[in-house]
T-cell receptor
Framework: QKEVEQDPGPLSVPEGAIVSLNCTYSNSAFQYFMWYRQYSRKGPELLMYTYSSGNKEDGRFTAQVDKSSKYISLFIRDSQPSDSATYLC?????????????FGAGTRLAVHP | DAGITQSPRHKVTETGTPVTLRCHQTENHRYMYWYRQDPGHGLRLIHYSYGVKDTDKGEVSDGYSVSRSKTEDFLLTLESATSSQTSVYFC?????????????FGPGTRLTVT
């Protein structure tokens, strides 16, 4: 069983829809959680990170963490065609230096006009 | 893009040949990482470095070696390339922020081993 599970999709939604992307994990030591966006043939870019349970909002994006259920989500409001990309969750334990990140396999999202 | 470049960006090589990929950063980051990305597996850590000449293995290090003789350069070498090493390789750096080390990625190198 993988430490981080992520539904690969693809997920296809109409423009303006609310998108929910999710990951589950099994390691209780994971304390910080990140979401990356990756456009085709590009490197992943960091969207958001959080290290506490609850919600964190940044514009149209909301990251949600439920440590008791070992479940994290990324919500995208008013989705746009430019949001079409693969979204990767990543997580790891807190440390004073090198941070070991474990990535989900990524969910491919297509937002059509 | 955190000042990270990777070279080459694309390479086709034959089984059994050595291959070296280069990651170059311009902002003096201490931590550097090499990942490979394959369908269904996401990003998997090959090796990482926490300083000049200080490196350690990740989860998929077999068949790979690394070197870091200067802060700005982190080299990944496939001693004898195999078809299973066909992948997209990403370099990343860590930047400390509030105690959490965010990772930033380069543009990637697409390697095909025939």
């Amino acid at each position: 069983q993988k430490e981080v599970e992520q539904d690969p999709g693809p997920l296809s939604v109409p423009e303006g829809a609310i998108v929910s992307l999710n990951c589950t994990y099994s390691n209780s030591a994971f304390q910080y959680f990140m979401w990356y966006r990756q456009y085709s043939r590009k490197g992943p870019e960091l969207l958001m990170y959080t290290y506490s349970s609850g919600n964190k909002e940044d514009g149209r994006f909301t990251a949600q963490v439920d440590k008791s259920s070992k479940y994290i989500s990324l919500f995208i409001r008013d989705s746009q065609p430019s949001d079409s990309a693969t979204y990767l969750c990543a997580m790891g334990p807190l440390s004073g230096g090198y941070n070991k990140l474990i990535f989900g396999a990524g969910t491919r999202l297509a937002v059509h006009p | 893009d955190a000042g990270i470049t990777q070279s080459p960006r694309h390479k086709v090589t034959e089984t059994g040949t050595p291959v070296t990929l280069r990651c170059h950063q311009t902002e003096n980051h201490r931590y550097m990482y090499w990942y490979r990305q394959d369908p269904g597996h996401g990003l998997r850590l090959i090796h990482y470095s926490y300083g000049v000449k200080d490196t350690d293995k990740g989860e998929v290090s077999d068949g790979y070696s690394v070197s870091r003789s200067k802060t700005e350069d982190f080299l990944l070498t496939l001693e004898s390339a195999t078809s299973s090493q066909t992948s997209v390789y990403f370099c990343a750096i860590s930047e400390p922020f509030g105690g959490v080390y965010e990772q930033y990625f380069g543009p990637g190198t697409r390697l095909t081993v025939t």
